[in-house]
């Protein structure tokens, strides 16, 4: 049997918090954890569990908090948490955006004009074209995201809008000339100045196939002893990020509930070890040089 | 080497005008020696201009990320963008940059520290160009924490931490009189609409001073420069308005929402 290669740790560099499961008000359908209104297979964070992984992530210098999910609004306690976040770093929310209203919206701009640190919306898309992208995330997805954009844009927060390789397949970041062609970026960058939203901020993600995109095991690719030569391992999240989720501390954002990525029950100390690249997703970070942080 | 006052900048990005604006300054305020933190080249015109400037004033010089890109034959300044857009002009600036750089000033970069240390008063200073861990990692004002800075204090036996490769300014007192600086660059205006660049002094009085001091040159004649280079009309404006036009995928919400663009 083949050995399955490691991935050392290097720094805390992101905290995760997959907030509120997989409990979500849309049910995508390329979903990595398949989250949906009725998924109750991994539970909420309580807020006195965020506070204690954030204190202990302080002391190792964390960089930057992201809260994911699931739909992390879902979660009553939201305000609250990112207010006490964003007193230790950088905090990103990874969002639909379909519960951002206008009240929600004055509550972030206000955490965000007295925070020191920055205070991102990530607000998930797939396509400009609304027929297109309600066929993933559900009917007045595109609609109801955009009121979000704008409802952050109006109040100065600068949202960034998330988009999967769904549609398409490995954008290019080759030098493009300004405003030549139709690619993927200017695309997305033409289609929200239209809409409004004066900086687009675009962060390409690409499609992992797990979840509700589960492809068979034999068409199942993964890391192998042999690709570790020559790579520079600290491209891969595992190497600078853990996140706490229903259960524990895991590896990746990827991989929250899966027993293989856990790497502890209750210490961010103690997951701060080396992972095993033992997934599919793994792969598929190895290939595209994946970053889940923003930036 | 203990001084009592030092001057430091980041980024010169070409602005041969600028730099030799700081160095006169500098001289004026009196610091007793002067630092560049690195990225010397990219941007502006004609980059072999800036390193006469700097060997003769004295600079003690380390190499950026676009230091080791040029000197090390890369084929990008290493920035790590993704949007086409922003890979398009810094793909412009680097092949321009690389050309116009003459074999013996990159083979000076290769000589180049990646990191100076130093003492001002009793203060020990780091200097890197992005983080102390990692060349090109951005420390943003917006995205780098106290218990962050505090660590790598710690991590790097500093204390005072000074980087560049941001473009924007910060200074940040942490616990146990320790400090984290952000220089600034003097090759562009900050993002903020001002025309003119920054630079920093540090004076041990005996507790360090951290003064940030605004530095105006003729950029108006840099610009003019710039469109006889056929440099892109996006950088001449960013130099003429103070508002970044590229490149601007980095930045985080914060620093975003003060900018133009």
Sequence with gaps: MQTIPQAPFHNLHALWFQLTGTLCNLACSHCFISCSPTNHALKFVAPETVYRYLDEAETHGVREVYFTGGEPFLHKQIIPILARSLQAAATSVLTNGTLITPTVADELAALATTSRYSLEMRISLDDVDEARNDAVRGKGALRR???????????????????????????????????SGSGFYQKFRDFLLENGIEKPRLKVIPVFAMGKLHPSETGAAYVTPGMMHGFDVTTLQCTKSRIVADGGVYACPLLVGEPEARLSENSLSEAMQPCSLYHTACHTCYVTGMTCSNY | MVYRRIAVFGGVYSNYRALAATIEDARRHQAEALFCLGDLGGFGPCPDRVYPLLREAGVQVMRGNYDVSLADGLTDCGCGYTDPRDNYYAALSYEYTFRHTSEENKHWLRTLPDVLRVQVGSYRLHMCH??????????????????????????YEADVLLCTHTGIKWHRR???????????????????????????????????????????????????????????EAFVETIRSGWWTTCLEVLPGKERACGRW
């Design chain 1, 145 to 179: 995201a955009l009121r979000a954009l704008r409802l952050l844009q109006e109040r100065g927060l600068p949202p960034i809008v998330a988009v999967t390789e769904y549609f398409y397949e490995a954008p290019e970041t080759t030098p493009q000339e300004p405003g």
């Design chain 2, 130 to 155: 992005g983080s102390p861990r990692q060349v090109n990692e951005f420390l943003w004002e917006s995205t780098t924490p106290d218990g962050f800075l505090s660590k790598l204090c710690g991590d």
């Design chain 2, 174 to 232: 942490l616990p146990d009189d320790r400090h984290a600086v952000n220089v600034g660059v003097i090759g562009r205006p900050e993002n903020d609409g001002e025309t003119h660049v920054w630079y920093t002094l540090l004076t041990a009085a005996p507790d360090l001073q951290v003064a940030f001091i605004p530095v105006y040159y003729d950029y108006e004649a840099l610009a003019r420069d710039m469109r006889q280079e056929q440099l892109p």
